[in-house]
């Protein structure tokens, strides 16, 4: 039993008598009272939050009332992170909010909120939203496949998503949930036949040559992964890498699991303790870029735009390529256009990280990356103007290749042995 289950809905029943206003605000909100009765939750909040208030605590409230409450919250409530004001700290708490709770919920949403210190939510469009669209956001980890998605939506808030995403076997073409075929020769991946079957139980076949694999085996699949992924923890890297390479030919390349593996992996390469970005291997910094980049073509697809997640992996991309091509200038083995284009990158890189995270409230740890960023921004962009100044002398010389390449874009009848060798000196 969980003690303090009936804490939040004993607070919400003393609004009754404290804060009318809000009670009846909060009373007019959907409870799905009829489609919970009888659930494993109803039960469950039965025992934990109903009894124990009327049994133990002797609260002189109407059952059914007790279990509107309960409902109206799980149906409603966002879970949002707060900090602890003055420290980095964050928590989870649920948050009521009346007008936030009337949007649609949509697996691939295009709004993105943000609790502010004050506990203000601010919803704003995630990306662009054509007149008489849904605004849409979501009630559940995006970062799951759909089968899990659904049924996480199903159990807490009492519905069947059917949007685009779990619509689509592939989930917009990211294969999010798909195995890989292991017939032989066959190549193809293994997708659920009828994502919308309301009992998530249609069999997944291969996508090619039609083999068949049950929901359930799919299930217990994922669950291993799961165990196994909890059992490696996040301190060691070589643990998540043996286990990307022991599921490489069962799991497709974008797999949830490979994708939060590669997400775990990008995090730790760099910042783990004795993995500092300046002391880690270039193989593990080179890892660390690819793992940055494989999370974000996933991350381009369901989570576009103004987005938490793309932002900080997009500040953990830049680092690694921004001390990679200072390296290489320090060493004067690069030239000087490789140079630029490089730094022009992760210059493109911060400025995104700067937009997506452009709305976190000061306070918290995105915050603190976004003012980094933008301190970055400045200083890389001095740098560029820098670069493009300095003297030759400190870049790897074109090579003579590309040098005949630029100057071949002269018409035949210019050249001539002085205008090729005014050219060579341009360049
Ligand atoms: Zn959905
Ligand atoms: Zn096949």
Redesign the pocket.
């Known amino acids: 039993m969980f003690m303090y289950e009936f804490m939040l809905p004993l607070r919400c029943f003393c609004l009754k008598d404290m804060a009318p206003k809000k009670w009846s605000t909060m009373m007019a909100m959907e409870s799905h009272n009829d489609l919970r009765r009888g659930t494993e939750l109803w039960n469950r909040e039965q025992v934990n939050v109903v009894d124990y208030l009327r049994g133990k605590l002797k609260v002189d409230a109407d059952e059914e009332l007790l279990h509107s409450i309960t409902g109206i919250l799980d149906v409603n409530c966002h879970e949002v992170r707060s900090n602890i004001p003055g420290t980095k700290e964050q928590y989870f708490i649920r948050g009521v909010y009346p007008l936030c709770a009337m949007m649609s919920h949509?697996?691939s949403n295009n709004t993105h909120h943000t609790l502010m210190d004050d506990m203000t939510m601010v919803v704003i469009a995630s990306r662009p939203i054509k007149k008489g669209d849904q605004i849409t956001a979501t009630y559940t980890h995006i970062l799951s496949a759909t089968t899990e998605?659904?049924k996480h939506l199903r159990y807490g808030k009492f519905f069947d998503?059917a949007?685009e995403?779990?619509r689509d076997p592939t989930e917009m073409g990211t294969y999010f949930g798909a195995l890989k075929c292991s017939q032989p020769g066959c190549g193809g991946s293994i997708l659920c036949t009828d994502p919308l079957v309301a009992t998530n139980d249609a069999p997944w076949a291969c996508d090619r040559c039609k083999y068949q694999v049950a929901a359930v085996t799919v299930e217990r699949l994922n669950k291993m992964v799961y165990w196994e992924l909890r059992e490696a923890g996040e301190e060691d890297p070589a643990k998540i890498e043996g286990l990307l390479r022991k599921y490489q030919y069962v799991l497709h390349p974008q797999h949830f699991h490979m994708v939060g593996m590669k997400h775990t992996l990008s995090q730790m390469y760099g910042r783990l303790p004795g993995y500092a970005l300046n002391t880690i291997s270039d193989a593990q910094r080179r890892r660390k870029v690819e793992c940055c980049r494989d999370l974000l073509k996933v991350l381009d697809v369901i989570d576009p735009g103004i987005s938490r997640l793309r932002g900080l992996t997009l500040y953990e991309l830049h680092a690694p390529l921004l001390l990679e091509a200072n390296g290489a200038f320090q060493r004067t083995s690069i030239t000087r256009r490789e140079f630029l284009t490089k730094l022009r990158e992760v210059e493109g890189y911060l400025s995104l990280v700067v937009y997506c995270l452009q709305h976190e409230p000061l306070s918290s740890s995105e915050g603190d990356v976004c003012k980094i960023a933008r301190n970055s921004l400045v200083e890389l962009r001095k740098w560029i103007t820098t670069v493009t100044s300095l003297p030759d002398r400190h870049f790897l010389p074109e090579e003579v290749e590309k040098v005949t390449a630029a100057s071949l874009v002269r018409s035949d009848e210019d050249l001539t042995l002085e205008s090729l060798l005014r050219s060579l000196e341009e360049q």
């Open positions: 949509f697996c998605r659904r998503c949007c995403r779990c």
